[in-house]
């Protein structure tokens, strides 16, 4: 047995530096288009091309945002939720929140709130700090579908940070689902959903169930009669690089010539001699 391993791997090592010595790279082939530059944020700042729904000023990306009350630098949710005007797809989203510090309820009752990703799909807030409730309800939760890997919540009235990377569904034209789709969620720095495929709707009296929609939709936070506090809210779109097959590229067409271009060219070299004699 030793010596078939020990013949095995004097072949694994023969193999691999004999491709590496030939000297040929393995390409894909892919001529990828150049990723854009972005620079990056400091410590949860937006990075450069992101689109700032909150800086603790106003809340006029809002639709109801006019219902919360805004406070040294931050927003507290009241009234009704709020849902941002402009609609998104794939995206990258950053929010901060607190729940209350004043402890008041239990379970469901305690420092409710919640993103919807697409205005349907629910990633719960919840003050989970030694509050028990059913886990696919607590903080992190995909609500009412999967339950937050750990529960990494911080004590009552702390700053939290969401990171969410979520990705949406694709339905075909009769509204088949070709896609579901898939959120990461990253609550303090700790992932707590990883690529979690998402089953439907996330509604607390029905079970999911997918209903088509566009490839686009709003964020939206829940007010569920708690004073749940937010900061820092910004979202970045993701899209993907395209790229094109080597040997198939298109080909490049020769710039359309303006009416002067055009009559140079047609010149001959005896006019074009001419003129320069005249010229000089
Ligand atoms: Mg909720």
Redesign the pocket.
Known sequence: MRVLFAISLVFAIVGCCASWTSGEEWVSGKIWEEPPIVTPGECGSPPSDAIILFDGKDLSQWEGGENWKIENGYAIAQKTGITTKEQFGDCQLHLEFATPEVIEGSG?GRG???VYLMGRY?V???DSYENKTYFD?QCGAI?KQHPPLVNASRKPGEWQTYDIIFTGPRFDEAGNLLKPAYVTVIHNGVVVQNHFEIEGSTAWHVPPKYEPHGEKGPIHL?F?GNPVRFRNIWIREIRELTYQQKGQEPEKKEPEKNEAEKAEAEKTEPEKKAENGQNQ
């Open positions: 469901q409710n709130s919640g629910e719960q807030i919840l309800g609500y829940q569920h």
